[in-house]
């Protein structure tokens, strides 16, 4: 089990950018997939992007063309550019990951998760 860790939230404007962060305390190499969620107030978690562990990627049909997943196993880290943002963006941004074989890590099971970072984009 690894500890995971958000950094890179803040308040911005509509049309600006964050470059979300997330370091694991142990190897990500071996994880089947990362994933990164939020969640806004009254409304459910939802899946925002993936990274399989063969660095296949998959995005919430939202965000496509906006929101970049990357991750580089030798820093132990994944993250997450995020561009024109919108105020719908807005909420509490998670990351999050399985070692369980999925075919699809969007819909993954997820166990271990980080203590979230929170996203505001104001217009």
């Known amino acids: 089990q690894v500890q995971l860790v958000e950094s890179g939230g803040g308040s911005v404007q509509a049309g600006g950018s964050l470059r979300l962060s997330c370091a694991a305390s142990?190897?990500?190499?071996?994880?089947?997939?990362m994933g990164w969620f939020r969640q806004a107030p009254g409304k459910e978690r939802e899946a925002v992007a993936s990274i399989a562990r063969n660095d296949n990627t998959k995005y919430q049909e939202s965000v496509k063309g906006r929101f970049t997943i990357s991750k580089e196993n030798t820093k132990n880290t994944l993250y997450l550019q995020m561009n024109n943002l919108k105020p719908e963006d807005s909420g509490m941004y998670y990351c999050?990951?399985?070692?369980?074989?999925?075919?699809?890590?969007?819909?993954?099971?997820?166990?271990?998760w980080g203590q979230g970072i929170q996203v505001t984009v104001s217009s």
């Open positions: 142990g190897s990500i190499a071996d994880m089947w997939c």
């Open positions: 999050a990951a399985s070692t369980e074989r999925s075919r699809s890590c969007l819909t993954a099971f997820y166990k271990n």
